[in-house]
């Protein structure tokens, strides 16, 4: 298993800002997946962030406005620029036990974010 | 991605079977069936997966229909603890796209 970290917990962030969302892992994990998930709405996938390469953005998401870090196998940070209230939601990482479809995945408590 | 139904919400009694049902009749033979619950104001947790054969684990049992084309999370006994949103998940690669899932109500 995995024990996931993520800071900060929640936030009030004003429009026009940005913010950076920290995801810390207590072990060395390949893959690494920032989700969203709106008000009283099940999680969508914004990117999938491997160690050594640009992240992967799901349709819909963008660099621009979800740029995003993997410095190292334990680390990993999203940004959401330019906020707007649109963009209040939770936003959750993730980390997967191995790279087959058979391996789960370990989430962390996700990062509440109001845009006012 | 391939898709999942689920029924929008269920309810229980405690300490009575619960059996969630899901359907995926789009699912190919690569697919493992996953089920992850999400507690309120908590991120989701594994519950179950499989491919082809029933599953049991300490939390619960998976059916899975020989075609494929649906599959049953049963929880043996509910508690108020298992009060959550479950989500039955296709997975073929490494990525994860989540349904609406079932919110399950526990009546004490």
């Known amino acids: 298993s995995a024990v996931i970290s993520q800071k900060p917990s929640r936030d009030i962030c004003q429009r026009g800002t940005s913010l950076t969302i920290q995801c810390q892992v207590d072990?060395?994990?390949?893959?690494m997946f920032w989700y969203r998930q709106q008000p009283g709405q099940s999680l969508t996938l914004i990117a999938t962030a491997n160690q050594g390469s640009e992240a992967t953005y799901e349709s819909g998401f963008v660099i621009d406005k979800f740029p995003i870090s993997r410095p190292n196998l334990t680390f990993s940070t999203l940004t959401v620029s330019n906020m707007s209230p649109e963009d209040s939601s939770i936003y959750l990482c993730?980390?997967?036990?191995?790279?087959?479809?058979?391996?789960?995945?370990?989430f962390g408590p996700g990062t509440r974010l109001t845009v006012l | 991605d391939a898709k999942t139904t689920q029924p929008n919400s269920m309810e229980s009694n405690e300490e009575e079977p619960v059996h969630l049902p899901c359907n995926h009749s789009t699912i190919s033979g690569t697919d493992y069936i996953h089920w992850y619950r999400q507690l309120p104001s908590q991120g989701p947790e594994y519950v179950i997966h499989g491919l082809t054969s029933n599953v049991n684990n300490r939390m619960a049992s998976l059916a899975i229909a020989e075609d494929r084309k649906s599959s049953t999370l049963i929880l043996h006994r509910a508690t108020l603890r298992d009060a959550a949103v479950y989500y039955c998940i296709l997975v073929s690669g490494n990525q994860f796209y989540f349904g609406t899932g079932t919110s399950l109500t526990v009546i004490p």
């Open positions: 072990s060395q994990v390949t893959m």
């Open positions: 993730s980390v997967s036990s191995g790279s087959g479809a058979y391996n789960e995945q370990f």
